[in-house]
């Protein structure tokens, strides 16, 4: 302690001494203005010779004297012979020449960015300094693609975040994926730490981004530790900066539709193939049962309804963003508000954000700082019933409304099996929305005790409301669809039985208390040390209430009327807690800045375990070696800026584990038996494991950041591996230790299984074309991971499905594999011998069995070898026929990529810039439903495209149409819907044009810049079974991608 | 230097220490709830009855795995619905209802062995109370074992309470089993009482223990068991028998008319009932929120005449909203050759009461959503030259049978219970209507000139002349089948001139599971209905103790319980004794099984036990039969809890080849 009291004493004589030294200057300054002087002039250009305009030239020693470079780069100043002039530009290193006549100056482009800060866990590091896999990602960035969530901006952008957005849904967010996936249980998605603490990213104003970072590697997350696992997004906003006051508004508003749909058949085709399906059966009679004698009338008169065009529109978006930001000294003030508002393709799907971010900083004094930080955000959303899933494979005939312009409830009177499905786009008859507030208050006080030592204390607290409200009214298309025939003349009670509203709310409470003490201080000069040491403790609560009732009287009320109801209710609440403490240590040393070393621990405690069990450690290492520093690499500095080599090793964890897992009590509820309702009481469905703890990841990570050509060529590459150990599985115990009910197993939470992921990460940035007036600038990015399991834990089996996914884990396959049936075809004429080996015609499915050998024609045969080592060989024929089942599945494929993508390409010419963004995603397989709704008989309806098979069209695509031929019936035919999803588009194109200094300079602002940018124009894919779709959409269809073309306005005052 | 740290470390510890607050959960929802308190044990008792109607008597899973794959049902169209377990085609451990069923039976026997075990320590509650409730939990424990062994085999044999997991679980032997079953029987019988606990028909009773007993001891017969040295057959006789003797003092029963039996009225509360699975009942009761299982059965087991779509107005097809019937839209099983020869309803009720065989319109006067003309049928020519009708009906029409009223119910929802229009009033007055005991029971014959009928499926084969004597369209049952007794997959009216009808379709429809009575709807699903499903009646003990005898070499005894059966059968005007059987053979079991029991999830434990698939199947069902193996005696063992244990190897699939061991001795 009184050795920094004596540095400090030392500090402050210094600075003493500092201050009369500079006094001393400004003496001298004042009086040179009185001394001689001259007119200096000349001109500024970039390397490449192009004049520069707006240059600013400053006399050094007085900056209030100045001036700009005009059209043609020159400059004019008067100046003190002797003295300095100092040259500025955005994005080029400044220069300081003495004064002399006739100047030509070169400035150089400013890639120098090694010097950047990167947010990391508690605390920021030079860019030069990092030893860990972080890639940042800066604001020009995330506002480049105009969309409501910030992350969809990072897409194919961060080398091995896989970032897809399966849904065009107004408000609809984004999959997430870091490095592959580790867990089978736990969420995928990583952790968002917003200003260091939590926050929503999905309502935040990308307007009000400084950066993001992705941490991905676990010596960067483990001072996470038990949610450290899938890499932390740690995103940074925009504060006040000191200087003049700065008012930003941005906007933008857009057309957002023209989904591509498949064809479906509609007219004679539709019931041609219908027709013909009964013909291949050999059960055409006439046309009289095709169809509904009434739906057959419909098609007679040439009623056709195209159901996806009456059911779908253009949406639009808009969007506006005011962001103003000042700054003192002392105190630095930024607020923002925004306002976005999403119109889905279908109406009454919209989605609304009104959100509003305050951050003060206010230095108290030399010892204190506070500030605080609030975000806030109100959403609402209107969610539609009518689907675009329904529609399509609905009959094709009738007519949607009727002479006087209303909509007809049943499109063909007469056939009430098909209820029109625009029927709840009346928002008197159909409600669904919601609404939500979320609040964050992040108050901080830092005391600098001592030079290069810091103590934060800061809290969080959360604060979120949600209220959801459903109404399903007279008219609407549940109420047609419930009372069939008689919805038409139905009693006012029948009618009434129909109606219900439901109101649910629910509230979230938490906080979030942190100590951060940050000490940097050097030994003898060249060694630099950095401790960090973290206190951190968290409690969660949320409430929920809901209740409903049937048996509204009248649409008025809707949901706002509960009492109304006369009919059956429904009432329940529910209560969950938890919490947590961490306790972090990190110490950094840097040795010239040449010799890099980390290392942290962190400890975990939290309620959810079982005592015993409550802490855990996540330990981690890493180091950096800056070789292009070394004196042996002096040769290379002329091509060769930057050379760094990190290693990195970590320990990190997933949190997987629900709140009371380790609760063990009786649950009670209700059991009618034979009309008298009794109390029962039963065991959770949970059986608590004493011993459940976290997953735990065990990350490695070689990382190389080069750049060369003066900084035109910046490539970052990284290899990792991760092993993640005792990855949790909710295992279903044998049924005969009992059961949670006749339908469901007992499961219990054990650390199971493990899992690697292995991949290599590359990020290249070229700048082709660095001119004046034309620049080109290229960044790839590629990833590329494999995820396998590699234990199952002992005593379970080869294959565990998650029935709640669908996915099948399997050692040495992908953690997401799909196991099923794998369709090789179709069988064909001549193949009837084999065929019948399955008990199955030509023109069945033909299913690829793993073990079955084929002997010869109509001969098969499979050998398994039993727990004593004999094998047991049986032949099949078509006397001991085969009997495919779900043990035939094999791994057919993945839900991950093998690899992805993304190329973006800007080009600059003059005020111009054009940006070209592909994205690539291979490897993928995706369950496309549309493909198993595939009907034997034509009556569900399926794309014009589909290939099936008939007895005289060999089709390998689809099974036979045959109307006696139920496909629903065929051996595997839900395997149909696994299809490859590899697919490469471009994600987008934005084309702006930024006004000139001289016009800005008129117009008295300082930037204005208008562009457009068209999303999804082109979408290629690799499966001809998939046509007129975006597989990104990852097997859904109800709420397609869409094609959005934005305009918008970035404005500088 | 060092001092700094020890600061920092002391400053960090205070800050930790702070924070430090214990890392206990509050969770006040969960309850405090425990076995040692009577409420609790006794709701944990009360949960073990919760498979029975929503998973086992609901689905058409059970109803698959005990009724059909024997001479009695055939697939509609000889499609491939189900064809693993009608034809034992692909059947394999992951064969949905058999790998389903396993779990069913097994899911409440641990907590049946909790109220069992942990009674003792119990801190309240009378004796007397808990005596029955684990009389219960014992015969619930029976049903439910007897239920695996019969299907599975020597599975496993676990009398311990919930919680304790074995994941390396043995197999036991068919007679440990049977053993078990028979001895918590024993025990239930003893402790049981005749009147139901606390009044409520579902819980077992002390006949719904004798009545499962007699049942075990035929099953385990099968297996040549003994007990005590006398053959589990005689020991079924002896149970059975004193059922029947002691019915009063039991509080057994037997409907002397068998049209009770099945009468709508009688459906809650059956008195002939032993052992019920009790269904939701729609109502003002909140009740009915908390009981569960979506009938279906009726839907899978009709015919589906709608298919003929001339016979039938757009806006009510029995195939779509069909208010009378149900939504007929699932129709898969159909019923054999030999089920519908083994009825002769010249004299027995039986048929009609087991089968719907005339098809009608309905309407819909009393709620005013079908109106009286509505529901009726102009015959047109192209009716009379696509069926061949009798040309003189051109211009007539076909009226409603039925008028199904809607009322809606606070729980349950709506409610569409149908009556009767009298033949020949056309007035559509609602005043006359009739309200028979089931309306589903169409008494035989039916007028030639019956106007309310459009499709009659007919019993006695008759030609195309005769045809013509009757207003409606006839399908001769017999034309149903193909030369080898399998339903036709193409028009079987197809001929070089005309292109056939969908007449195949149009089979007798199964009624025993079609209700229509106010409580018994499932609101605008009308695929499903509620009614009280029977796990064991009466009438079956009579067939029980008929089958030991006629096993025990006595074929007149065994006909004196056929002929109780055969005579409350009889129609009016006939001789009720002119039915009688003097002797009976194993057939004439297998025929009156067929005749009184068929539907009620029991026939393939039938043919299990007297080893008869490889015969029957071969004569009455040959699709079946070319495909049936002795391993198919056994069910194969469920995929899911194979996937589950650690010793999938040791335990076996039962023979179905997924394993190299079939875990079988």
Redo the contacts between chains.
Sequence with gaps: MFKNHTSNFTARRNRNACKSYLILLFAFTSLSLFAQTQTVTGVVKDISGEPLIGVSVLLKSNARIGTITDLQGKFSITAPINSSLTFSYLGYVSQTIPVSSDLIVVLKEDNQNLDEVVVIGYGTVKKRDLTGAITTVKSDVITLTPASNPMEALQGRVAGFDITKSSGQAGAGVTMQLRGNRSLSASGNPLFIIDGMPGDYSTMNPNDIESIEVLKDASSTAVYGSSGSNGVVMITTKKGKEGKMNVNFNTYMGLNGASILPTMRSGESYMNTIRLARKEAGTYIDDTDLVDPAVYAAYQKGQNIDWAKALMQTGNVQNYSLSISNGTKKTKEYFSLNYSNENGQYTNDNYKVLSANIRLDQQINKLFAAGINVQGAYTMQNKTYSKLYSALVASPYGSLYDDNGNLNPYPVVGDNKQVNLLLDQNSNVYLNNNSGLKLYVTPYIRLTPLKGMTVESRLNGTLGYSNAHQYIGYGSYQFYDALGTGALNASADLQKAQVSATVSGSTDYSYKWENILTYNFKIARDHEFTFTGVSSYNYNQSESVTSGVNGITSNIYNWTNLAAGTGAKTVGSGYSMSKGIGIIERLSYSYLGRYLFSASMRQDGASKLAKGKQWSSFPAVSAGWRVSDEPFMQATKGWLDNLKIRVGYGVTGTAGIDAYSSWSTLAQGNLTLAGQKLTNYYYPKTVTNPFLTWERSHNANVGLDMSFLNNRIDFTADYYVTNTDGVIWQQSLPVTSGAYDAATNYITNVNMASTRNKGIELALTTRNIVSKNFNWVSTITYSKNKEEVTSLGSGSQDYVTNALTGYTYHIGSPVNSFYNYKITGVWQKGEEADAAVFGVLPGAIKIDVPGLVRDSEGQYHKTIKGTDGTDVTTVYNGLNKYAISTNDYQIIGHNSPDWSLGFQNTVTYKGFDLGVYMYARFGQMINYSLLSSYSNSGTTNFPEYFNYWTSTNPSNDFPALNSSRDVKQMTGYYALSFVDGSFVKIKNVTLGYTMSHKWCKFLHIEKLRIYGTITNPLIIVKSHLIKDYDPEMNGSLDFPSTKQLVFGLNLTF | MK???Y???T??CA??ML???S?????????????TAF???S??E??C???LY???FSATDYLSVAETGTDMWLVK?N???T??LFYY???????NATN?L???C??????C?SVINEAKNLTDGSAADIKVLVAEAKCLRAYYYSVLVTQYGP??L?L?D??????N?VRATEADIYTQIIKDLKEATTDLGVTPY?N????VTKKSALGLMARAYAQGAGLDLTEDGKSYWQRAKEVAEDLITNATADGAYLYPDVSDMWADANN??NKEALF?A?G??A?A???????SGTNRLYAYTCGNPG????FWN????PS??G?FYGRMNSSTYMPSKYLMDCFDPTWDKRWENTFTYGYSEWS?VQ????TYAAGTVTITQAMIS?YSLNPSLLGKKYYPYADCN??????G??QYPASVWPKGDHSGNIANLLHPKKVYVVDYPIAADDDRFSVVCSKTRLTAVQKLNYSYFIVNIDDLYDSNGLPW???FDQTTTS????AYQAYPSLNKFNWSYDGVFN??D?QAKYG?MFIMRMGEVYLIAAEAEQKLGNGADAAKYLNVLRERSVRTGVVKTSVDLTTATEDDIFNEYAREMCGEFNRWALLKRHKAFEARLQKYNTRAAQ?FKTVNYYRPI?????????N???YGDNG??????SGLK
């Design positions: 001092k700094t740290f600061k920092l470390t400053i960090i800050v930790v924070n430090s607050c890392l206990d959960e509050y969770n006040p929802a969960a309850g405090d709830a425990s076995l409420t609790a044990w709701g944990l009360a949960n009855y919760s498979p929503s998973q086992l169209a499609g491939t619905s064809k693993e085609e692909s059947l394999s451990t992951g064969t389903k396993f779990k069913q097994y899911a409440m026997i641990a907590s062995n599975v496993t676990n311990d919930v919680g304790k997991v074995d994941l679980p606390g409520n028909y579902a819980r809650r509360n019920i009790a939701p009942q109502g009761s909140d009740a009915f929120t908390y009981a298919a003929m779509t001339e757009a806006n009510h097809k779509d909203k208010y819909m709620p005013a959503w079908v696509k809607a009322v809606t119910r606070t729980y929802g709506n997959t193409v028009p292109a056939g009808t969908n609101g605008s009308l009280d495909s469920s995929q899911d809890f194979l996937s589950q244990i650690s999938k190897e040791a179905y080849g997924t394993t190299a061991n």
